[in-house]
């Protein structure tokens, strides 16, 4: 289960991301990092909840497993 801090992060987030006007070069650098925030923060809280859950094949990921493996496979058991 996704902590609720993370679930408030990703809501107030969204809401910013959805208010953003992308009409224009800084517009579109803020919707980036935007996206970016909640992406960082879901594939962390990812890991965290798959570490817990002992559904984790390695002792150690990278960065950039995280990021890509990682959060492909806690996405797709999700759904």
């Not at 993370?6 to 910013?16: A, D, F, H, R, S």
């Not at 594939?43 to 094949?57: D, G, Q, W």
Request: no cysteine.
């Amino acid at each position: 289960m996704m902590h609720p801090d993370t679930k408030e992060l990703i809501k107030n987030w969204e809401v910013k991301s959805a208010q953003i006007n992308i009409e224009n070069l800084e517009g579109l650098y803020n919707k980036f990092t935007t996206l970016f925030t909640i992406y960082n923060r879901l594939y962390n809280e990812s890991f965290s909840i798959l570490k817990r859950e002992n559904n984790l094949n390695k002792s150690r990921y990278s960065d950039f497993e995280r990021a890509t493996v990682l959060i492909v496979f806690f996405l797709e058991r999700k759904t």
